[in-house]
């Protein structure tokens, strides 16, 4: 009801983190580039994997160029916050500062309905923005094709854009080379500044669709075969993306561009990670819920080409921190929207990160499967002082009353009843991804 939306605008205003003066609006009327890393887990970042003659073969290397770059504000403890609605998850807290559903996904259950007041919306209503998603996948998975229409997306490129054959794509879609080649004919016709998304498919589970004899690159040594090609499709994605980089700088839109690469979620999951602990210098006998927690970081990085005071930040957020901190670079006020996240580079950033379960991380504890650990050490907080345990137990409601207040928000659908945005209703019939009308 009304009532209730008011009471969730009543703890949005109680959380909002202001903007960082210093770079509130540095990237203002830039065109916005999304890379979506399919299942990019932070360790693959400077990862070198050995092969067996014990030769070195890092995995990302472009990409950790980016990450090094002093263009580039990466940051180093940024989660995922995802839960069964994967990908699209990740898609509902980029682009809402919302989380998806404790079960299911919300954009098959609640994407085609709701209302919503999302990145592409709030672009085109106060900067003029133009927006598009470029998929090589079928429209229909995971119900895009409607939500995107209600997220405000003016154009939606799928697989019925591209040339998808049996030698260039797999079971989710067109290779991350041809899709980003493809791809550049229909972004060279957006009116600027444009919103976009591309969301790259081939470090997808299996890992198969390209081993090691194709790419060229070494399979790891485990009795893992998803562990194993894991590596090789992610150097494969690196590729495609600095071939896109090239691409943006022959164009010429890159100088007027900011580009921001994310993982959407973990590619091992924690069933498989005692197999993965070598890999990552770890002992399989001791490895813990505690570091399956750590391995839950995915890549977030915000490259600005022509800035220079790039760095790697260590602060800790998640992906529901990406729109406002992204919308104060843009320098949007985002002080009446509806968004659970805070703005990365705030002062006010509280670095309290929840996972969709009610587990969560801060930078001194771990609160995972219901068990506290000592980031130092890794080890079990078994007799907390009483300080701790209170501090502990803030914790807790601080997280579930953010992911009460998401749910309350999406399951209510609150946002129709939401007025104070100053923006307007956006009508979905206006949006129309078939190719040439179809
Ligand atoms: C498919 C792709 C995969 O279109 O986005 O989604 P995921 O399985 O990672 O949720
Ligand atoms: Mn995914």
Redesign the pocket.
Known sequence: SATDMDKVAEYVKQHYAKPNDQLFGMAKGRNVIYIHL??TQQFLIDYKLKDKNGVEHEVMPFINSLYHSNSTFSFSNFFHQVKA????DAETLFENSLFGLNQGALFTQLGGKNTFEAAPNILKQTQGYTSAVF?G?SGT??NRNETYKRLGYDYFFDASYYDVTENNSFQ??LNDKPFFQQSVKYLEHLQQPFYTKF?A?SN?YPYTQLNGDETGFPLADTKDETINSYFSTANYMDTAVHEFFDYLKQSGLYDNSIIILYG??YGISNARNKDLAALLGKDKETWSNFDNAQVQRVPYMIHIPGMTQGKIIDTYGGQVDALPTLLHLLGVNTEKYIQLGQDMFSPDHKQLVAFRDGDFVTPEYTYYGGVLYDNKTGQEITEPSKELTDTVNKWKDEVSDQLATSDKINNGDLLRFYTQSGLEALNPDNYNYLKNNE
């Open positions: 399919e299942s609605g994967k990908t699209s998929h996948n998975f995971w989710y879609g969301i498919v997808h959407d979620h």
